[in-house]
DNA sequence: ACCAGTTGATAAAAGCTTTTAGCAAAAAAT
DNA sequence: ATTTTTTGCTAAAAGCTTTTATCAACTGGT
């Protein structure tokens, strides 16, 4: 009836079994001070035997070190954040740091909690992640007393900040569609006060000439319908291949050229941007994209912590990370 | 040059500024014990003036609460995970309880290495939550001196299990079609290994009656453009409408469809199941679909784990959360 | 005026670890 | 043989909070 709970072993009991006094015990663990090289052994192997774990809560009281950041993030669907928040594991779970995810869904109360809740807990850091990198967060970051790294964000000139590097990326598509011939190349992107699209479209006139203007509109597959519809209406030469600003753009486009009778790659290539799976690999044919690498980025996000929160330096402002070029089908085999 | 750290108030600080002793400060703040009401407020208010949170590092230690949980997920991907670790959250944060999020991505070792991040950081509990409710978790959880709750995973018959009602699900989607006049459908959904497969298969033949077969295949469009290429190759009446096992399956259907000329829903109206908005609103038309209120269950898991920590009773075994209808264009308007 | 009970506060212990300072014994140096 | 140094270990403090036990002062009753 009564069962005792299984009471977690402290350092104490290592001690006792050993027969050394706390503090010797403690050095023989952690391997410094003086300690006689038998009595560390010893100790060890205790500590082994009875499953000793130190209490990371009591040493970081005491080290005021918690060996925990939080992220805070803004997406609710998750498709960004969680391959991020991988990577910031990743990079972390060998030194035993641990993240608390905190979705804010962009309300600042919510992030108010959060945050309180955080800094209670004496959290070495704080990762902030959005959807979208030039939006605000939707609370004040930057009176904390701990180091705050930005992730798919921007956040002040001081801050360490990884964000995809939006320009190369357009550049890795663009050249892509140049080495293999394509000539004519339109750019269907998203919306235009997204700095996101903006970069890639400066790239793309850059590389593939500004004959044909950048048309901007919606993310959305809808959007890649209804400028396909707006480029043949409007007659003239159909454009060679098409960079589209993200996947769902790509798939629509894919799927109005097909309506018409077109044939991807033979008679339009097309690349995207995003290499979201599950769109990227059912379209007709598999989509040749562009990848964030949003798993390294998050990584790169993580490492930045730990030096930072080791008093180690760290470089501030932008770190744009490379993308990569998925080739699929879309632009010929 | 050299900038102090502004460092952190403690009870001490509240206590000198106060004119009482620690103990007080604590009583007063905490509402125990015998304080005089005018003494309690003005610890309050200095309190707060000065901006003092208390240590939850310290508390915990004491209180062996640590008012932190852990969640083990193997889905890399963030679909699933997130909008319900949103919903823990949310069930969480308002009694300043966060949550570590663990990404194992199935691998043992990684799992093993976070687990033990979480025990020596004290968390109240583990909420396990998988991509798939049938599979078992990559490390043992079954040995731990604090609560496990399984959501969308199905864990040993002593612990509380939150999973989507499947079968309920199901009857929504096809009752919705017999409600609508529909009456020939059939179910095409992915692999017959699922559990979430065999469930829905299973209410679909209660409901609809068995004259056309379950096509179990893989949960992708491609598999629901073959799907449909067998339907019509092997003659015989179209179905009426169809039933699918995911948004994936169903957007390969309608596309399927469309190719041979088939209009929905007025040739075939069509049903999916997710509600992933990305397919489910980019379909031509959009989807109608079921919706696993992945937040909600993941609300209910948090409130699980808050009880238990509490140590109130939690009802153990498997709780089926249901599915909600969202109704858009692919059955009719 | 004395005793019992109440009130409002406090000192100290507990929770678990790390670290500083110190002590006794052994080793090395004079 | 005595002094200095080194070695191996330990007691105690510190980190911040909560809680238990205690204490002094006050209230009210006889």
Redesign the interface.
Known sequence: MSEE??R?RTIRDVAKAAGVSISTASNALNGIGRTNPETREKVRRIAEQIGF??????R??LTKR???I??ITN?????L???M??GV?EAL??H????????T?NDPR?AQ??L???????VDGIIFTATRADLTPPIDLTRL?IPVVYAFAIGPPTAPTFIPDDAQGARLAVQHLLDRGYRRILHITGLEDYLAAQLRAETYRDLAGAELDVLFGEW???WGHEAVRLVMERGGDLPEAIFCGSD?IA??VI?ALRDRGLKVPEDVAVVGFDN????AT?TRPPLTTIDMELKELGRRAGLAMLDLTRGLPVEPGITRLPCSLVVRRSCGA
Chains 1, 2 share one sequence.
């Not at 035993?96 to 979705?103: E, K, R, T």
């Not at 309180?116 to 004496?122: S, Y």
């Not at 979201?276 to 769109?279: A, E, L």
């Open positions: 709970p299984p977690r774990r130190p209490n990371a809560l009591a970081s009281l918690s060996h925990s939080g992220i997406d609710t669907y998750g498709r954040t969680l391959p928040t991988a594991s779970v060998d035993g740091v641990s993240a608390f995810l905190c979705a869904n919510l909690l959060h309180e809740a955080l800094l209670d807990k004496q007393a959305t597959e809808e769902e798939r629509g799927d979201w799976r599950v769109i059912q």
